[in-house]
């Protein structure tokens, strides 16, 4: 059997790759272009290309592709073939290091939000020299940026690697004033869990909901689902295990470091976490991921969903995106330590997150924002609307003392003044995890709950690096000024601690009390997209994101017009597909099902029974008075989606979709739900959730 060290890679144009098939003068020129962000020369871009193309044609491959990911939320490739054609009739496989460097893509049809007109159908894709190139189905795939003509960022790299940057300027100022002089970059690293619900192909063939939106729009709760918690680490089934042996070796050759994989609450429902890589890296990786999951499991005759909430009732499928700082020396800067130093620079940075979460809550509720995931966010292990920091008792009573400047649980006989007298030695994971809260420290990084398990980590992560580079320039510009630097860090903490500690709750976010508290404090609660989106233009985040150089006050309008007009169509297909699915098979199923009741009931009449057939007779008035209702109500549906589309204004067409047809959709569910509890089973169109979510065996 072969193992994984001698594959694991295989399919990547990596380091080693390109230390044995670049010469020498030339990797290292490579490394120091990358390293220092410069620009590719066009002669070193010649010599990798060819090194590129012949490593990936000795592997398969015939074709190369600029893989970017613009802003529909997924990815994109076009093909072209390494041929050229020579005299005779004849080709040879070519590739230039122009065609390395850079593309072009005809940019019309992806989302713009009118960076560009319909008929500017320019874009351009540029090389991620950062990322590795790969191969993929025989498709040499090198990972691009995507920008119009006129240089506005299309995609979800661009202004990724731009807070990266950002971050990273700020971090390093901050740093250097521990007298880290060896430190030359600080990245954001990132390790994300996903999850995802596996069911058999054969089922999901048979719920269009499931075909064109990815959830499923009405059914009735089983017998049993998640409440014994016996789906929960528990055996993995054959299939199951097939699947994920398959999806683990491919991931594996792609370079993508999965460790764990295990099933996860809800019957049917699974978790795949990998090891940390840097923050563009893990975004590459997971798109990569998802792709991949979703391909592997047709293989197996089985469907892997990724909507954030395909069943109602039982637990949702998030993104849980493990964020943490480290430099280039390989220091996580988010690791207690135990000396006095270290102790100050961790404190130091934990306190620029505080403050980044808490100043920008808002953004970082846009940051997940979708309409799948709003019916997510809330409950069954989702966390709530409501942004808050999870620190832990002991870090949050260490937190207490330096802001009261008083010794910490009475221990200390001096005040806990940074640098000067001991912290208390801070031991990792002293507490028990928070399942319920958006923003956790967990022993050495930070778990951010809150992403939808289809959505792209690029945004909630472009989100955390922009706010936390505001925060550490707005340290680092008071202390690099400082006359004393230590009592001017203690005192920066102590006020930082004192104006930002609303954020911290270490509670029950599912309480209905943390609400009340929540809004006593002044904290945001945006319980859908909508109600969250409108904030995206307000003028404190416009001057984030322009002053970081992450999105220009154009590219967060387009961002914003995108956004909230995915919310609309996302809507309107989901009410679209309800209304096919009532209208061609419910109402026509439930109709067969009453002229039986209605025979049998005639029939019984007819004989000398004198006792009344009451099954028949309450069931035939029950389910008649809810067929009515539901004729009703999807005519109403039907007259709103044609109102729908006379609103011009993005937002007041998203407000309508939330407060509308949304809202007559959930009745019509609820119709729909009690129509199928009592309808017979080979009359009733569709399979239910017990079929659905019980049918991987």
Known sequence: MESVSSYFGSMVFNDTAMRRRLPHDTYDQLQRTIKEKRHLDIGLANIVAHAMKEWAIENGATHFTHWFQPMTGITAEKHESFISPVSGGKVIMEFSGKELIRGEADGSSFPSGGLRATFEARGYTAWDATSYAFIKDGTLCIPTAFCSFGGHALDKKTPLLRSMQALSKQALRVVKLFGNEDVHYVDSSVGAEQEYFLIDKSVFEKRKDLIYTGRTLFGAKPPKGQELGDHYFGTIKPRVFAFMKELDEELWKLGITVKTEHNEVAPGQHELAPIYSSCNIATDHNQITMELMQKIAKKHDMVCLLHEKPFAGVNGSGKHNNWSIATDTGVNLLNPGETPAENAQFLLFLCAIIKAVDEYQDLLRISIASAGNDHRLGASEAPPAIISIFT???????????????????????????????????????????????????????????????????????????????????????????????????KLIRRTISEHKRIIFNGNGYDDAWTKEAEARGLCNY??????????????????????????AEELNAQYEIRMENYCKVIRIEALTLLNMVNKDILPAVSTFLQQLCDSYQAQKATALPVEPLYESSLIKDLTNKRNQLFERKNQLQALLNTDQTYYDITQRAFFCKDRILVLMNEIRVLLDEMEEVTRTDVWPYPTYGAILFSVK
């Open 392 to 490: 832990g008792t002991d870090l949050e009573e260490i937190l207490k003392c330096l802001e009261l400047d008083i010794p910490y649980g009475g221990k200390e006989k001096e005040l806990m003044k940074i640098g000067v007298h001991t912290l208390p030695r801070f031991q990792r994971d002293t507490t028990d995890r928070n399942r319920t809260s958006p923003f956790a420290f967990t022993g050495n990084k930070f778990e951010f709950r809150m992403p939808g398990s289809s959505a792209s980590i690029a945004d909630p992560n472009i989100t955390i690096n922009t706010a936390v580079a505001s925060a550490l320039k707005e340290f680092a510009d008071i202390l690099e000024n400082a006359a004393d630097f230590e009592n001017e860090m203690h």
């Open 527 to 552: 319980k859908t997209t909508p109600d969250a989106l409108v904030h995206l233009l307000d003028e404190k985040n416009i001057r984030l994101f322009s002053d970081f150089g992450v999105y220009s």
